[in-house]
């Protein structure tokens, strides 16, 4: 079952568009697509950049031991 990009509810198909049972949220194939495509882009930015804070923060705190 299609899941909704904007709240997780499930998606069902009414003629040409997929409708979120939750939400309402109404889109086309390629709209949804699309909007699919945005959510991976931004969690993968988001993880992006996590692991360049852990990789910062691992920095600072082996600099700042005293051997």
Same mark, same amino acid.
């Given at each position: ?32 697509? =699309?909007?699919?495509? %945005?959510?991976? !882009?931004? /969690? $993968? ?9 852990? =990789?910062?923060?691992? %920095?600072?705190? !082996?600099? /700042? $031991?005293?051997?």
């Amino acid at each position: 079952m299609a899941k909704c990009p904007e709240c997780g509810g499930n998606m069902i198909s009414r003629m040409k568009r997929k409708i979120c049972e939750t939400c309402g949220l109404s889109l086309t194939g390629p709209e949804y697509d =699309r909007a699919w495509d %945005k959510v991976r !882009e931004f /969690s $993968k930015d988001e993880d992006n950049f996590r692991h360049r804070r852990n =990789r910062e923060y691992l %920095k600072w705190y !082996e600099s /700042s $031991k005293k051997h």
